[in-house]
């Protein structure tokens, strides 16, 4: 499967992964521009069931998940309609709840979240943090987060097949993968 895109013998990326494995058949987000008084500018539909969390540059405090997504739903941009010259607003809307959530955390340095919330329509859903994916030293780690809230770390090299239990993820730092890897995908599932 996807034999083009993983060959054997060479690296691959967390976005390649994610770019093929956390696809929907059906929309899960929409990205929708437009101004107070209703002027559509763009509209892009996402079949990806991924959130790659930036940076807030007005804040020193480092955004949560959660935090990006509230400020992210529906903000102000600058710039003014070219038909009315009213504001124009960036609203992200969420359309349908996966299974499964990737969350790409490479680039933005962003804590993970013990739970998150989606708005969906009318709806809020919880999703639970479920895994971490670490990368360093062109080797990826990752940590297993069960319904008891406890981390298990898997190292493929060192472990083989076996997981090592670490403690429950509020007594030990998430940030942290071993040998100074750092996280780069948080997966998330649905709360049923």
């Known amino acids: 499967m996807y034999s083009n895109v993983f060959v054997f013998g060479q690296n691959t990326s967390v976005e390649a992964i994610i770019s093929k494995l956390f696809v929907s058949s059906t929309v899960f987000n929409k990205l929708i521009v437009e ?72 680039s933005s340095n962003t804590p993970a979240d013990p739970h998150i919330e989606l708005q969906i329509h009318s709806q809020k859903l919880r999703y639970n943090l479920q895994g971490i ?10 940590r297993y987060i069960d319904n008891k809230h406890n981390a298990w770390f898997h190292d493929g090299l060192t472990l083989e097949d076996n997981a090592k239990y670490e403690g ?25």
């Open 35 to 106: 101004c107070s008084n209703l002027h559509n500018i763009s509209v892009i539909e996402s079949f990806n069931c991924s959130i790659i969390p930036s940076h807030n540059g007005n804040t020193s405090k480092q955004q949560t998940i959660q935090e990006y997504l509230d400020v992210s739903s529906n903000k102000t941009l600058k710039q003014r309609c070219t038909y009315c010259y009213a504001p124009v607003y960036k609203k992200d809307l969420f359309e349908s709840a996966p299974p499964l959530l990737a969350v790409l955390v490479s």
């Open 133 to 142: 994916i670490y990368f360093g030293h062109t080797h990826f780690t990752a």
């Open 168 to 192: 429950n993820i509020h007594e030990i730092d998430l940030a942290d993968g071993p040998n100074d890897q750092i996280p780069e995908l948080y997966i998330y599932t649905i709360q049923m």
